[in-house]
Nanobody, 126 residues
Framework: QVQLVESGGGSVQAGGSLRLSCTTS????????MGWSRQAPGKEREGVGV????????DYADSVKGRFTLSRDNGKNTLYLQMNSLKSEDTAIYYC???????????????????WGQGTQVTVSS
């Protein structure tokens, strides 16, 4: 059973930074892509960004472009999300997702992930 475990969430003031980590029980080379989504209270889940492993292409939601960056450390089986210039509207539970093959994303939302984590809370105060 593949497990994805998120960490790095917390509370930060607007304008600050956080780095989320997603560590997998499977070598990330076994996935074709990984990404993050988020869900704020009372809102639907939305995509944040997806990293395609074959060519390094990234797909970000418009709301985070220029502020958030995806990266990967295959040796540590970890996907990172560097979040800078955080805003109060970034407050949400952030979920890590992975797909074995056939990756497709739309405005930063991975379609039909095969695996996902339990989430980590990010709270940004203004």
């Amino acid at each position: 059973q593949v497990q994805l475990v998120e960490s790095g969430g917390g509370s930060v003031q607007a304008g600050g930074s956080l780095r989320l980590s997603c560590t997998t029980s499977k070598n990330t080379a076994g996935f074709s892509c990984m990404g993050w989504s988020r869900q704020a209270p009372g809102k639907e889940r939305e995509g944040v960004g997806v990293l395609y492993f074959n060519d390094g292409f990234t797909d970000y939601a418009d709301s985070v472009k220029g502020r958030f960056t995806l990266s990967r450390d295959n040796g540590k089986n970890t996907l990172y999300l560097q979040m800078n210039s955080l805003k109060s509207e970034d407050t949400a539970i952030y979920y890590c997702e992975a797909k074995r093959s056939g990756c497709s994303a739309l405005v930063g939302r991975l379609k039909g992930p095969d695996y996902w984590g339990q989430g980590t809370q990010v709270t940004v105060s203004s």
